[in-house]
């Protein structure tokens, strides 16, 4: 065959197949509202959200996405409401064996009848600044009295960067530039392949669960979400956090400030309506897990003199004191109660029932004393 009739033949393949990929990337951003009706849904002011009423483990999600169920917007008299804000630890165990169904629960037993609201207003995927963001749409709408703002040292000071807009789109999350964020008919611009974006995250996806099947029945052991190798690689970059060492990033302090400037709106705005705030810091795994962390130490050489394993603890309560907003860090008593059980899902970075129970416990230790003028019925 000649090379003419050879290019004649590739061009004649090339232009459907050119001609199939524009298409779909037309349809994938034309028709995405309607194409895409998954978990996660793209909101102009927050990125994106959890779908209102969206099925998972067998119930719903309320109306504003969150892992719980509807409460009336108004208050029923006498009720003391609690708002518990935050990320994916919001999900761990699924709505009735999170933290915040288990300390309401709590709250029923102590009372005998039902005088306390604990609503769970977590996100995935959302640092501070974010969470900020659905406090003032959605959080406040319940009229809460009292906020816990449940902060994770694995890393939202690590993915607290100001310029970070985390929005959805086809399915798929993707991180723009709030700076440079530019959108049409009211939806976001990317300067990149739909199609090619959204196969690359899925079959990241798709190989690393095979990866992590693979390794379970190999071991014959517990299922896992990450294997080992992208477990250990996940709390590796977490602790680089409390590195000390003069290689410790520069740009963090960023973060860490845009942190410290999100809480103090976060009080000023609840303060305005006499709203309680409380904070309460969440451990990462490698602080409760001591053959984790070794683990990590070994497979990657580091030095454990060039680590704080306390310092993301030490700069928020640091900070917190400064401002007078109390806090609760989880820290010591999940410490100690690690080395008796297991407190989180086995390569998973959240809680497992016993660990969610734990945090409901220290809870309600310190919002009992914090609740005033509510108790049992009489």
């Known amino acids: 065959m000649s090379i003419r009739k050879i290019a004649k033949l590739s061009i004649k393949i090339a232009l459907p197949v050119i001609f199939i990929l524009i298409s779909l990337e037309f349809l994938m951003i034309v028709f995405e509202p309607y194409l895409f009706k998954g978990f996660f849904e793209y909101d102009p002011e927050l990125g994106f959200r959890v779908r209102a009423h969206a099925p998972i483990g067998g119930t719903v999600t309320n109306q504003f996405g969150f892992n719980d169920r509807d409460y009336p917007l108004q208050k029923t008299p006498g009720v003391f409401r609690i708002l518990v804000v935050g990320d994916s630890f919001s999900w761990a165990g699924g709505r009735e064996g999170n933290y915040t169904a288990l300390l309401e629960r709590m709250f029923e037993q102590r009372d005998g009848t039902h005088r306390i609201d604990v609503i769970n207003g977590g996100y995935s995927a959302t640092h501070t600044g974010e969470q900020l963001a659905m406090l003032r749409k959605f959080g406040l709408q319940y009229n809460p009295d009292l906020v816990v703002l449940g902060f994770f040292v694995g890393n939202d000071f690590v993915d607290a960067d100001p310029d970070r807009k985390r ?72 602790l680089e956090f409390f590195n000390t060492s003069p290689s410790r990033p520069k740009h963090l302090q960023a973060n860490i400030d845009y942190i410290f400037q999100s809480i103090s709106e976060m009080d000023a705005l609840l303060k305005s309506r006499d709203i309680k705030l409380v904070v309460a810091i969440y451990p990462d795994e490698f602080q409760v897990n001591e053959p984790l962390l070794k683990a990590i130490f070994e497979k990657y050489k580091l030095k454990p003199e060039d680590y704080d394993l306390k310092l993301a603890q030490n700069l928020l309560k640091s900070f917190l004191e400064s401002k007078g907003i109390p806090y609760v860090d989880f820290l010591e008593r999940f410490q100690a109660e690690g080395k008796k059980q297991d407190l989180y899902v086995f390569r998973n970075t959240h809680w497992n029932g016993a660990g969610n129970q734990l945090a409901a416990d220290i809870l309600f230790e310190d919002l009992s004393k914090r609740v005033e003028g509510v108790g049992p019925a009489k």
């Open 167 to 238: 929005i959805i789109v086809n399915g798929i999350f993707m991180d723009i530039s709030r700076s440079h964020e530019h959108k049409f008919l009211g939806y976001p611009i990317i300067l990149k392949s739909r199609l090619l974006l959204f196969v690359e995250q899925k079959y990241k996806v798709w190989t690393e669960s095979r990866k992590a099947q693979n390794e379970a029945a190999a071991e014959r052991a517990q299922p896992r979400t990450f294997s080992e190798d992208t477990y250990l690689e996940i709390e590796r970059s977490r």
